[in-house]
T-cell receptor
Framework: GQQVMQIPQYQHVQEGEDFTTYCNSS?????IQWYKQRPGGHPVFLIQ?????EVKKQKRLTFQFGEAKKNSSLHITATQTTDVGTYFC???????????FGKGTLLTVNP | GAGVSQSPRYKVAKRGQDVALRCDPI?????LFWYQQALGQGPEFLTY????????KSGLPSDRFFAERPEGSVSTLKIQRTQQEDSAVYLC???????????FGPGTRLLVL
């Protein structure tokens, strides 16, 4: 089935630094979704991208979907301690409902 | 409104015991999903219901796993004769309709000793 690879696996930053996580696929994706999971918590939906080259912003978070629809990124500007958690990309292949998740990037922020 | 709720939040079982995990989806949500999340991994799909119909159970790891949603609302995931490799967080998610955003519950953390 369709797989998405995420890098890096871990990222530790000082508060105020920027952070980026990348999601890659060997096949064209119909969509990419991003979730945040706080330590001990559950995945919380952040956003969905469906169009080639799409860029969406949510306050300090910027989401991009590649032109070829094979990669995506999540960038956080000026991280805060509240940004701590694991960020997952996920996709539902074609007209399927089945979410396939990447392994996630664990972000820790040093205050 | 209320989100997805799951119970119990934590379950410790002895190897060989049967367990039942409950999911209360958001009221009115047609679609319901179960996922398994191992430590340090992303959630993996187990099964999908549309109303009371189980349309996909391709992710269930073995015939020891069984899920039901008899009245199209509450769902139960049952694991028979638990094994240590069943230890994981079991997440339930619901969505208003097919292919819409999935809202996750807090999960049940299962530890099999």
């Amino acid at each position: 089935g369709q797989q998405v690879m995420q890098i890096p696996q871990y990222q530790h930053v000082q508060e105020g630094e920027d952070f980026t996580t990348y999601c890659n696929s060997s096949t064209t994706l119909s969509n990419i979704q991003w979730y945040k999971q706080r330590p001990g918590g559950h995945p919380v939906f952040l956003i969905q991208l469906v169009k080639s080259g799409e860029v969406k912003k949510q306050k300090r978070l910027t989401f991009q979907f590649g032109e070829a629809k094979k990669n995506s990124s999540l960038h956080i500007t000026a991280t805060q301690t509240t940004d701590v958690g694991t960020y997952f990309c996920a996709t539902t292949p074609g007209s399927n409902y089945k979410l396939t998740f990447g392994k996630g990037t664990l972000l820790t922020v040093n205050p | 409104g209320a989100g997805v709720s799951q119970s119990p939040r934590y379950k410790v079982a002895k190897r060989g015991q049967d367990v039942a995990l409950r999911c209360d989806p958001i009221s009115g949500h047609v679609s319901l999903f179960w996922y398994q999340q191992a430590l340090g991994q992303g959630p993996e799909f187990l099964t999908y219901f549309q109303n009371e119909a189980q349309l996909d159970k391709s992710g269930l790891p073995s015939d020891r796993f069984f899920a039901e949603r008899p009245e199209g609302s509450v769902s139960t995931l049952k694991i028979q004769r638990t094994q240590q490799e069943d230890s994981a967080v079991y997440l339930c998610a619901s969505s208003p309709q097919y292919q819409e955003t999935q809202y996750f519950g807090p999960g049940t953390r299962l530890l099999v000793l």
